[in-house]
Nanobody, 117 residues
C-alpha cells in the first residue's frame, strides 16, 4: 500500500537549518506531484511548498520564499525540504503529501519541527 514517511525534524535554534525527507513507497512516485504542508498548534494546516512530478515546477508560500527549497529524487523516491534561516513561527508538524491530477491522495504522519532558543 502507499506510504509516505517523513524524517529529519527536530529542535533547532532561530537562524538554523534543517533538511526534511519524505520517503515514498507503494506507488509510482514519479507520476505524482509532491507537497509539504505544516500545522502549528491551534492553526489550520497550510501549504508550504509544492513540486511537480518532474521537478520542473515549484511553488512556495510567501512566508517561506527565499528560505526553504523543495526538491525531489525520482530514483530514490524521496522529496526533500531544505529549511534555512528558521524562525520560531516555523514551528509546526510538517507533513508530506502526494497528489495526482490535483487531488491529494496520500499523506505522511508528520515530523515535528521546533525552532526555539
Amino acid at each position: 500500500q502507499a506510504q509516505l514517511v517523513e524524517s529529519g525534524g527536530g529542535l533547532v535554534q532561530p537562524g538554523g537549518s534543517l533538511k526534511l525527507s519524505c520517503a515514498a513507497s507503494g506507488f509510482t512516485f514519479s507520476n505524482y506531484a509532491m507537497s509539504w504542508y505544516r500545522q502549528a498548534p491551534g492553526k489550520e494546516r497550510e501549504l508550504v511548498a509544492f513540486i511537480s512530478s518532474t521537478g520542473s515546477s515549484t511553488y512556495y508560500a510567501d512566508s517561506v520564499k527565499g528560505r526553504f527549497t523543495i526538491s525531489r529524487d525520482n530514483v530514490k523516491n524521496t522529496v526533500y525540504l531544505q529549511m534555512n534561516s528558521l524562525k520560531p513561527e516555523d514551528t509546526a508538524v510538517y507533513y508530506c503529501n502526494a497528489q495526482r491530477f490535483g487531488v491529494s491522495l496520500y499523506w505522511g504522519r508528520g515530523t515535528q519541527v521546533t525552532v526555539s532558543s
